[in-house]
């Protein structure tokens, strides 16, 4: 099967080259280039790359919903810290943050802490001034730290700018019909996996500096749901980077073992 094709290819290339030498001009020439072998996507080829282009989908749905939501990380007040019927918490996120009052007969009997946000109350959102005017969030008597603030952000920016240049390579080999750009997809989609992660961590850290800043009023602290999803979205996201390099390794096996193969015939 092997041999019948390359003596297919040879012919055309022959073809190519005689086009060439009767027209004498570049016209000829680039007919004969234009026979180039190209190793096309079979059709089990092509839907394995969509299924994972699908997995790596989820992991960027799931870190666009994490990442606008104020729900990264909950504080909370003791119940009866202020010994009345309200209690105070408050959650944030990257971009902005919301203080709630709630009622105390609402609580859990057996929750220590003001919560969860999930209860109705009364809320005031901002968005933090970090990003325009540079100044720090006051939460609770408690300083957050902008430069851990700005670097989380960030890193999630670059995560999904990531993403979509991922996502434009493997939209053009699937267009193209070749697997050139499976490597540099699966690389976009590791590096964003990462920044993803790295960002959850950077944030975390930025919470506990929130926390030391001021030690007047007690609170519990926990991360919630958003951070659960980013969590996910970054794992999803690197397997399926390495998912396009398991794709990609048997084209570049063909295309290193086809040089040996023509010398052969």
Not at 52 to 74: C, D, K, R
Not at 86 to 95: E, F, K, S
Not at 160 to 182: D, E, N, Q, Y
């Amino acid at each position: 099967m092997w041999s019948n094709f390359f003596v297919q290819q040879d012919e055309e290339g022959r073809i190519g080259v005689a086009g060439a030498g009767q027209s004498g001009g570049l016209g000829g020439i680039k007919a004969g280039r234009g026979q180039r072998r190209t190793h096309k996507m079979s059709d089990s080829q092509e839907g394995k790359i969509k299924l994972a282009f699908f997995v790596s989908i989820i992991g960027v749905t799931l870190t666009v919903l994490g990442m606008g939501t104020e729900f990264w990380v909950e504080l909370a007040q003791p119940k009866n810290f202020s010994s009345n019927q309200t209690c105070q918490m408050a959650h944030y996120g990257l971009w902005k943050g919301c203080i709630r009052t709630l009622w105390v007969a609402d609580i859990d009997p057996e929750r220590t802490s003001c919560g969860p946000a999930e209860l109705p109350g009364d809320s005031n959102c901002t968005y933090f001034k970090f990003f325009t005017s540079g100044e720090n969030a006051v939460i609770f008597k408690k300083t957050t730290n902008k430069n851990l603030n700005l670097a989380a952000a960030v890193l999630a920016l670059l995560s999904l700018t990531m993403m979509v240049m991922g996502s434009i390579c493997i939209a053009m080999s699937l267009s193209k019909g070749v697997p050139f750009f499976l490597k540099p997809a699966s690389f976009c989609f590791i590096i964003s996996g990462l920044l993803v992660l790295l960002s959850v961590l950077i944030f975390h850290q930025s919470v506990l500096a929130l926390l030391s800043s001021d030690h007047s009023i007690p609170l519990h602290h926990e991360l919630s749901w958003s951070v659960a999803c980013v969590g996910s979205a970054g794992a999803i996201l690197i397997f399926g980077g390495f998912l396009f390099i398991i794709l990609a390794l048997p084209f570049s096996i063909w295309q290193k073992c086809l040089p040996h193969k023509n010398s052969a015939t």
